[in-house]
């Protein structure tokens, strides 16, 4: 009882303070004592909240240059992953009669999620709002400026952490690409991704990262299912490649499936692209700790191993079945282990992360050697084998791994109790609804954009003679 | 006046054109091209897709020359085209009626 009342009486105050704006600035809070000072500064290298908080003016209110530096790159080469990363990853994947197709839809997504972001998108996914789905206080990036959001970080500004996340907001709907590529008419591609973003992005980056929620079981004291994801595993990985499966389906085969050859036309693009991601990935994975900091370097640490990891287990599944490692296994292994790690990769330890990549390499060789085969389905480039899988998986084995060693963070008294037990449960129960919601609204905007575009796929004669010439005016080759 | 196709494996096109060359025949036509024969073609797996691919890549090799150096001709390509492995190629003799140098008009032997 005895700090309750301050409380209450300061709360009050605050309150009042919003009704007379001058009669505010005269209660300013007092100077910081030098302790208040060394401890702000000590939160900082620390990334930790300031000491300073409601007690006294910060002279360090704004954000941090290291954490913002290391934020800064991070944004940066998340975007690298998609431009052009991605784009070459697929782009060598494709005939090359379509490789111009799939760069028009990863630059068409990059500008316009970004837009999408800056009028409403940001805010639903991080603005607070109900569990389900943010407010609407930030669109236009109202009072999104330079200052930190303590929802999210103490050190960086506000601005770049929405920046930060519109980067993985372009590349989520860029990676169900692969699984129609060569088929679908651009329109359709682009009415599609922008329905979904806001049926199935918006929503799930809020339900598991948002502050309030739902499933954000490391930071929300009121999250129903207390599920983690560090870096997307679920948000990113899951929506995208089960949306990807479900979408392939509808869209149906591409002409000759199964019949005539469709090797991929340039596989040295392939690799390049393989790469980009790969060094991408350190901000996608190691950036999700929003700071510069030790969490940030295990995260990195144990990105690089699962890689690793996946990158030796496929090739060598080839090459006991059939005695040659591929190029493309190489390939598709690094990103399988990529994409397995991203939603453990600041929560569990170095020699999980290599166990991870192993069971990433080889569960998404399966899915893309026998599972396709067995199914008939016509997942072009794989985003269902590589990203669905690995994603799913890994969001799983985050739960069964996850330990306080790697991320201090997970000693907080919401989630403590669930860490080494029933942890993996919350993963299961997030993953299985993620799962659903991204299969049945694609199902339902596919439906919807077919009406609107006349038809989801391209004519038989322009699938015949390539989606670069007839739908980009283009041709990525001459001569 | 008789034309020569040779229809040999890529790696071979130096040997045969030098040999050519010290035989004196002063121009030839070469053209990369795909084709089977009894060499049979490759699988290529990407991903669990298997493609065999039945067309392999040859290089096929023209000249016009005289009646009198057609055996030498001959001869020279078959001896330097020569692995002993399937797959080392053909070589097709047929007439050529006339022969025009656009040039100078120049008809017959004399424009080859």
Known sequence: MKTLLPRLLLVTALWCATFAAPAAEAAKKPDPTIEQRVGDLEAYVNNGARVTDGKAESRISGAGPGHSAWMMTSAALVLFMTLPGLALFYGGLVRKKNILSVLAQCLGLAGVVSLLWWACGYSLAFGKGSGWLGGMQHAFLRDVGTDPNGDYSAWIPHSLFMVYQLMFAIITPALTVGAIAERMKFSAIMLFSVLWMFAVYFPVAHWVWGIDGWMNGLWNDGAKIKAIDFAGGIVVHMTSGWSALALCIVLGKRLGHGKEPMPPHNLALCMVGTGMLWAGWYGFNAGSAVAADGVAVNAFVTTTLSAAAGCVTWPAIEYVMRGKPSVLGFCSGAVAGLATITPASGFVTPGVAVLIGVMAGAATWFACNIIKAKFKYDDSLDTFGVHAVGGTIGTLLAGVFATTAANPNLGADRIKALVGSTLWLEQVKAGALVLVWSVVATVVIAKIVSVCCDGLRVSEEVETIGLDLTEHGEEGYHG | ?112
């Open chain 2, 1 to 112: 006046m008789k034309k020569i196709e040779a229809i040999i494996k890529p790696f071979k096109l130096e040997e045969v054109k030098d040999s050519l060359r010290e035989l004196g025949v002063t121009g030839m036509t070469v053209t990369e091209v795909k084709g089977f024969g009894r060499q049979k073609g490759h699988t290529e797996i990407y991903r669990g897709s298997e493609y065999t691919v039945d067309f392999l890549p040859k290089t096929k090799i023209e000249v016009a020359i005289p009646d009198s150096q057609v055996k030498a001709v001959v001869d020279a390509i078959v001896k330097a085209a020569k692995t002993g492995k399937i797959g080392d190629g053909k070589v097709f003799i047929s007439p050529i009626e006339d022969a025009i140098r656009i040039r100078t008009d120049e008809r017959g032997e004399q424009a080859v």
